[in-house]
Nanobody, 120 residues
């Protein structure tokens, strides 16, 4: 069994900052990559940021220069630091991970998500 536990989120004014965290636990040999998606009613789900075990990162064009993703491999945890937040960043943020189990199988897992609301 594998589960992803998310923390953070909340309400912040435009221009402010917020930090999200996601910790993976369970039947884990290694984690190939972790990342964050977001969704808001009336909009499509989009990939916000990803990071591999080797530290390679990718960001959506809309968040480049404002968001930073980082990873603590020893703790199987990923963080998303969100700065200079805009109202359009509002949405439900989901943590995701590609995990290799102790038996050598590879699966994608999703967290339950956390709400981020940015007021103008």
């Amino acid at each position: 069994q594998v589960q992803l536990a998310e923390s953070g989120g909340g309400l912040v004014q435009a221009g402010g900052s917020l930090s999200l965290s996601c910790a993976a636990s369970g039947n884990i040999r290694s984690i190939n990559a972790m990342g964050w998606y977001r969704h808001d009613p009336g909009k499509s789900r989009e990939l916000v940021a990803t990071i591999t075990g080797g530290g390679s990162t990718n960001y959506a064009d809309s968040v480049k220069g404002r968001f930073t993703i980082s990873r603590d491999n020893a703790k199987n945890t990923v963080h998303l630091q969100m700065n200079s937040l805009k109202p359009e960043d509002t949405g439900f943020y989901y943590c995701t991970a590609e995990i290799v189990t102790n038996w050598g199988n590879v699966y994608d897992y999703w967290g339950q998500g956390t709400q981020v609301t940015v007021s103008s």
